[in-house]
């Protein structure tokens, strides 16, 4: 068990919704990634926030958006779903942003839409 | 740009037998981490290794061990006598420095994975 729970483990929904997809870190991490891994692209980095502030971003939509809270757990919305956003998501916490930590990843939430 | 690149896309191989998988980064940083990662079928993805730039011992644990070389770029992972319960996919990682900015911020780069099915 990484300590890094992501809810719901599945949701199914159809196009053009809206979901939004929770994550608490490890108790003490500041840092929360989230991750895209879909068959034909692997593991994309989406974003990154650090104690509640954005610091990072990756390929993220503009149709997608995250936020991390003040007791640090993060969600990741997802907006005017499409086919292509079927994925499974994974949110991932390290104490800080330094490169030596490796990230802890929840089990993921699979989307998929329809 | 960092990259990370596992060039095999699956391996497939009989109980018992020794495993390699192989890992290919490019980077500009002098200071740079290194990760394998394993998902197996139930998938979530768990940390097995970490590696730095600056530290070329190659390491055992138990069945597991690690080939970093810095000259070549490469962090091969290789399971000795492998078993069914290896059978998954394996990410080799590469972590960027901590830059301010926004632009990078210690997020890891993944390769596309390397998919190892032990048969019995």
């Known amino acids: 068990d990484s300590g890094v729970t992501q809810t719901p483990k599945h949701l199914i929904t159809a196009t053009g919704q809206r979901v939004t997809l929770r994550c608490s870190p490890r108790s003490g991490d500041l840092s929360v990634y989230w991750y895209q891994q879909s068959l034909d692209q692997g593991l994309q980095f989406l974003i990154q926030y650090y104690n509640g502030e954005e610091r990072a971003k990756g390929n993220i939509l503009e149709r997608f958006s995250a936020q991390q809270f003040p007791d640090l757990h993060s969600e990741l919305n997802l907006s005017s779903l499409e086919l292509g956003d079927s994925a499974l998501y994974f949110c991932?916490?390290?104490?800080?942003?330094?490169?030596?930590?490796?990230?802890?990843f929840g089990n993921g939430t699979r989307l998929t839409v329809t | 740009a960092q990259k990370v690149t596992q060039a095999q896309t699956e391996i497939s191989v009989v109980e018992k037998e020794d495993v390699t998988l192989d890992c290919v980064y490019e980077?500009?940083?002098?200071?740079?981490?290194l990760f394998w990662y394993k998902q197996p079928p139930s998938g979530e993805l768990v940390f097995l290794i970490r590696?730095?730039?600056?530290?070329?011992q190659n390491e055992i644990s138990g069945r597991y061990s690690w080939n970093f070389q810095k000259s070549t770029s490469s962090f091969n992972f290789t399971i000795t006598a492998s078993q069914v319960v290896d059978s998954a996919v394996y990410f080799c990682?590469?972590?960027?420095?901590?830059?301010?900015?926004?632009?990078?911020?210690?997020?890891?780069?993944f390769g596309q994975g390397t998919i190892l099915t032990v048969h019995p």
């Open positions: 980077t500009r940083d002098t200071t740079y981490y």
């Open positions: 590696r730095n730039s600056f530290d070329e």
């Open positions: 990682a590469l972590s960027e420095a901590t830059r301010a900015g926004g632009t990078s911020y210690g997020k890891l780069t």
């Open positions: 991932a916490s390290r104490p800080g942003g330094q490169q030596s930590s490796p990230l802890h």
